[in-house]
């Protein structure tokens, strides 16, 4: 009886004592690992802002590591476009508000951005609809000088990608920090897969974060038709593995649509103020966009979509087919 007993404290005893042992050698190793990342993200973050511009705004004066960690990025952001200019205010005022907003470009990342798209083509409408017509050549000379700067200063789809990033992964230690996540920005807590630890849930977080986002800055040179065609299978392809947080990655492709329509309708608006100069400086309008150039506007205008030529004009209306899928958008100098 007594070796009985023996043997089956023994067959539990061995299994049992496994099982501590790689909860003892994930845990520590999942320890270090988030310090590991911990100072990865430090340095990543800092490389990625020593790539960019000196700063533009008082966002960029105000930006610190510590807003990634603590999730205050986009508040900041939103707080600050709201703050400059108004949509009732002068041209000036305006052009201070899209300056904010570019501004926020550069650490806010996609939530942010996605409210700034809609600014945009607002603020665009409103500078092509209520601050061209009529306006002095030396204004539209500065205007036209600003949406140059403006569309020159738009940061590409790749960085905008990689500071979600780098904001996603910040959040992801901050509700290791915390023990706490009110976003609920990781979908479910640590289970016995993970052996009810939250480093290795925040390890594994990370590095499907990794995954995702590597996945579309690899395709990040294809044509936008077809990042958009690849970015849908890659999303497909994946939606059996379950996220473990609620990253915006896979929402990505929506944005470069988006950011392929602000930059044509930014293009349409410079043109605008190129027929407008022409008009203020030679008394008449041009019977070409050709006569435009290069002294009222660098070069003729192409599609973001696809490089093929952006406006028709005839007879002083101009028009621009913002999306394969829309309809056309038309300016005139004439007040409608």
Request: aromatic share 6%; proline share 4%; glycine share 2%.
């Given at each position: 009886?007594?070796?009985?007993?023996?043997?089956?404290?023994?067959?539990?005893?061995?299994?049992?004592?496994?099982?501590?042992?790689?909860w003892i050698d994930a845990t520590l190793r999942a320890a270090a690992a988030v310090r590991a990342e911990d100072a990865r993200l430090e340095k990543d973050i800092a490389a990625w802002r020593s790539r960019r511009p000196a700063?533009?705004?008082?966002?960029?004066?105000?930006?610190?590591?510590?807003?990634?960690?603590?999730?205050?990025?986009v508040a900041e952001c939103m707080v600050l476009m709201g703050s400059r200019g108004s949509r009732t205010g002068t041209a000036d005022e305006l052009i201070a508000t899209i300056d904010a907003s570019l501004a926020g470009f550069e650490e806010c990342g996609l939530e942010f951005i996605d409210n700034s798209y809609f600014f945009h083509n607002n603020a665009l409408e409103m500078l092509r609809e209520r601050?061209?017509?009529?306006?002095?050549?030396?204004?539209?000379?500065?205007?036209?000088?600003?949406?140059?700067?403006?569309?020159?200063?738009?940061?590409?789809?790749?960085?905008?990608?990689?500071?979600?990033?780098?904001?996603?992964?910040?959040?992801?230690?901050r509700v290791l920090r915390r023990k706490a996540d009110p976003t609920k920005f990781i979908t479910r807590p640590p289970g016995w897969r993970d052996f009810f630890s939250w480093n290795i849930t925040a390890v594994k977080a990370v590095a499907q974060l990794d995954d995702r986002y590597r996945r579309l800055q690899e395709i990040d040179a294809a044509s936008i038709e077809e990042w958009r065609s690849r970015a849908r299978a890659i999303v497909e392809s994946l939606e059996a593995e379950p996220m473990r947080t609620r990253s915006l990655w896979k929402d990505a492709?929506?944005?470069?649509?988006?950011?392929?329509?602000?930059?044509?309708?930014?293009?349409?608006?410079?043109?605008?103020?190129?027929?407008?100069?022409?008009?203020?400086?030679?008394?008449?309008?041009?019977?070409?966009?050709?006569?435009?150039?290069?002294?009222?506007?660098?070069?003729?205008?192409?599609?973001p979509w696809d490089g093929s030529p952006l406006l028709e004009y005839e007879d002083g209306l101009l028009k621009v087919h913002s999306l394969p899928w829309e309809g056309w958008m038309d300016w005139t100098l004439r007040k409608p």
């Open positions: 009886m007594k070796k009985s007993r023996k043997l089956a404290l023994l067959f539990l005893g061995i299994p049992t004592l496994a099982v501590a042992v790689l700063p533009r705004s008082q966002l960029k004066a105000r930006a610190r590591l510590e807003n990634f960690r603590s999730g205050a990025m601050f061209i017509r009529g306006a002095s050549s030396k204004d539209l000379r500065t205007l036209a000088s600003a949406l140059d700067r403006q569309i020159e200063s738009r940061i590409p789809i790749r960085e905008i990608l990689e500071a979600q990033l780098l904001i996603e992964r910040a959040e992801v230690l492709y929506h944005y470069r649509m988006d950011e392929a329509r602000t930059q044509a309708l930014w293009r349409f608006t410079r043109a605008a103020v190129a027929l407008a100069h022409f008009h203020a400086e030679q008394g008449r309008d041009a019977a070409r966009l050709e006569e435009l150039l290069p002294k009222y506007l660098p070069e003729l205008p192409v599609h």
